[in-house]
């Protein structure tokens, strides 16, 4: 494998090929860089279909969340994290203009975080509470923290891109910019995911741990009276359960304390760091990590990982 250039911008990770390189080709590197960087700055600003003036309740909400995830990330020893999301690139859209402008997506997802216009994206009407609303927005943001890295190849082509731990590798892309990378499903181009159910689940369990220890100061901000049945009844997501599951059996394996693996996992979310993944090999067995990896990816997946952890239990 050659060796690659990178760039560190604004807390993302940026890679060329061909760390050995003329100065003519570097200096076009470096161009093709700098411009991505600056369609990505401007990409997600603009207005979508459907979309609602954030309250003022809304606007203090996401200030103490960015706060909230900077505090998360420091005791669990992160001290490169990424800059916050500016508040433009935030939007609350009604269901029907959210679908209009992300036509791919289905239905049941209520928000997302794009990486090639750093922007999110959040479902809003009166029939989702205010409370869930919340809970959407702080995952977001969680993604939106998380390390991000873009790897280029000799044409200017991205060819792989990672948030948190999630790896997309895209085959076929003739996109050049981040614009049009941000269509890539209608580009023609193949995706492949590895980690992004571990992923998803590792961010809902940040999200249910910053709403536990700051529910009083949310209920200020939407002028909530929030109780801790409230949170229960939100809906985190499936692989929670999973990923504490995981953090559980490695820091037993380990001898460690669990809180300890958790700030490990929090922290590899958010830095980009990934040796501690080989606890997880090391404590559920040959071949676990890669069932780790492919959490998410299909009914299939999913029901090999169950088969483990049941196999693991019955074992212990």
């Given at each position: 494998?050659?060796?690659?250039?990178f760039?560190?911008?604004?807390?993302?990770v940026?890679?060329?090929?061909?760390?050995?390189?003329?100065?003519?080709?570097?200096?076009?590197?470096?161009?093709?860089?700098?411009?991505f960087?600056?369609?990505l700055?401007?990409?997600?600003?603009?207005s979508i279909?459907?979309?609602?003036?954030?309250?003022?309740g809304?606007?203090?909400?996401?200030?103490?969340?960015?706060?909230?995830?900077?505090?998360?990330?420091?005791?669990?020893?992160?001290?490169?994290?990424?800059?916050?999301?500016?508040?433009k690139?935030?939007?609350?859209?009604?269901?029907?203009?959210?679908q209009?402008q992300f036509?791919?997506s289905?239905?049941?997802?209520?928000?997302?975080?794009?990486?090639?216009?750093?922007?999110?994206?959040i479902?809003?009407?009166?029939?989702?509470?205010?409370?869930?609303?919340?809970?959407?927005?702080?995952?977001?943001?969680?993604?939106?923290?998380?390390?991000?890295?873009?790897?280029?190849?000799?044409?200017?082509?991205?060819?792989?891109?990672?948030g948190?731990?999630?790896?997309?590798?895209?085959?076929?892309?003739?996109?050049?910019?981040?614009?049009?990378t941000?269509?890539?499903?209608?580009?023609?181009?193949?995706i492949?995911?590895?980690?992004?159910?571990?992923?998803?689940g590792?961010?809902?369990l940040?999200?249910k741990?910053?709403?536990?220890?700051h529910?009083?100061?949310?209920?200020?901000?939407?002028?909530?009276n929030?109780?801790?049945?409230?949170?229960?009844?939100?809906?985190?997501?499936?692989?929670?359960?999973?990923?504490?599951?995981?953090?559980?059996k490695v820091?037993?394996?380990?001898?460690?304390?669990k809180?300890?693996?958790?700030n490990?996992?929090?922290?590899g979310?958010?830095n980009?760091?990934?040796?501690?993944?080989?606890?997880i090999e090391?404590?559920?067995?040959?071949?676990?990590?890669?069932?780790?990896?492919?959490?998410?990816?299909?009914?299939?997946?999913?029901?090999?990982?169950?088969?483990?952890?049941?196999?693991?239990d019955?074992?212990?």
């Amino acid at each position: 494998m050659s060796e690659r250039n990178f760039y560190n911008i604004e807390g993302r990770v940026l890679s060329t090929p061909n760390k050995a390189v003329d100065p003519e080709t570097k200096a076009a590197e470096e161009t093709m860089v700098a411009n991505f960087m600056r369609e990505l700055a401007a990409a997600g600003k603009d207005s979508i279909p459907g979309e609602l003036f954030k309250t003022d309740g809304e606007k203090l909400m996401i200030r103490h969340f960015n706060e909230d995830i900077k505090a998360e990330a420091l005791a669990a020893g992160v001290t490169n994290l990424r800059p916050p999301v500016p508040i433009k690139k935030i939007h609350f859209a009604l269901p029907g203009g959210y679908q209009k402008q992300f036509p791919d997506s289905k239905e049941k997802i209520k928000g997302h975080h794009a990486l090639f216009s750093d922007a999110i994206f959040i479902k809003k009407n009166k029939e989702i509470p205010p409370l869930s609303i919340a809970h959407i927005t702080l995952h977001e943001m969680i993604h939106a923290f998380s390390a991000t890295r873009y790897d280029f190849d000799s044409q200017g082509r991205v060819y792989a891109v990672k948030g948190g731990y999630n790896s997309t590798l895209i085959k076929n892309n003739s996109a050049k910019s981040a614009k049009m990378t941000e269509e890539l499903d209608d580009s023609g181009a193949e995706i492949k995911d590895l980690f992004l159910g571990f992923n998803e689940g590792v961010t809902d369990l940040m999200a249910k741990e910053i709403l536990e220890k700051h529910q009083a100061e949310l209920s200020q901000d939407l002028n909530l009276n929030i109780g801790p049945g409230d949170l229960a009844n939100l809906e985190f997501h499936n692989y929670c359960p999973w990923v504490d599951w995981i953090v559980e059996k490695v820091a037993k394996n380990n001898q460690e304390d669990k809180a300890v693996v958790w700030n490990k996992f929090k922290a590899g979310m958010l830095n980009g760091t990934i040796m501690h993944l080989r606890d997880i090999e090391k404590t559920l067995g040959p071949n676990s990590l890669r069932l780790v990896a492919n959490i998410g990816l299909s009914k299939e997946d999913n029901l090999a990982f169950k088969e483990l952890m049941k196999n693991y239990d019955q074992n212990k």
